[in-house]
């Protein structure tokens, strides 16, 4: 069996309310050593929405909608533009290209020779197929991947009620990136170094 795991290792932190994406960027910024943003400023510039209900959670740079995105709540990120315009104007050696489940065409060889560049690989899936009560689109980052018959991923969680890392079959992950489950195409974010 072969793997691959993210070095140096991530160091685990919690994400506000509605804020997994902004949070899994914190994770890669600590990782690398890099400065580190609030969640809420770094949601701001991933298009945050918020419903009326948890506005109070956040500061008036971010839009409240009654009706749900078809994203969900959260950031509202199509495509790596928000994230590369955050960090050009934050001035970070980073580069982010995303890459939708229909791209994916050996996912598991995408994340394996990421991993081992030493790239970050984000997540994002609705969570349904991992367990059905998560009814929601979710950032996790890959820490490892074991290849074999059923691929597996050891996944970052910034869920504050979730464990901080597990493992989940790559399968689960890849159906919960499809349009027929969650409404929308997801799909993986690689972070890497501009120089």
């Not at 050593?33 to 969640?39: D, E, N, S």
């Not at 001035?91 to 995303?98: G, M, S």
């Not at 050891?154 to 079959?169: E, I, Q, R, S, W």
Request: proline share 8%; glycine share 6%.
């Amino acid at each position: 069996m072969r793997s691959a795991a993210i070095h140096p290792p991530y160091i685990p932190l919690t994400q506000q309310r509605l804020c997994c994406v902004p949070c899994a960027v914190q994770w890669i910024l600590l990782r690398r050593k890099l400065p580190i943003f609030t969640q809420e400023e770094i949601g701001a510039a991933l298009h945050l929405v918020v419903p009326p209900r948890y506005k109070r959670l956040f500061g008036d740079a971010f839009r409240v909608s009654v009706r749900k995105p078809p994203r969900g709540y959260g950031t509202q990120t199509e495509d790596a533009t928000p994230f590369n315009a955050f960090l050009r104007s934050k001035r970070l050696p980073l580069r982010v290209k995303h890459l939708r489940h229909s791209e994916l065409k050996n996912p598991e060889r995408t994340i394996v020779m990421n991993l081992k560049k030493g790239n970050d690989v984000m997540i994002i899936t609705f969570m349904s197929p991992v367990d059905k009560r998560r009814q929601w689109g979710h950032a996790l980052l890959v820490s490892k991947i074991e290849l074999g018959k059923k691929p597996a991923i050891t996944v970052g969680d910034p869920n504050f009620t979730a464990a901080k890392f597990y493992d989940l079959p790559l399968e689960k992950l890849l159906r919960g990136m499809t349009k027929r489950v969650g409404k929308v195409e997801r799909g993986i974010y690689i972070f890497s170094k501009t120089r």
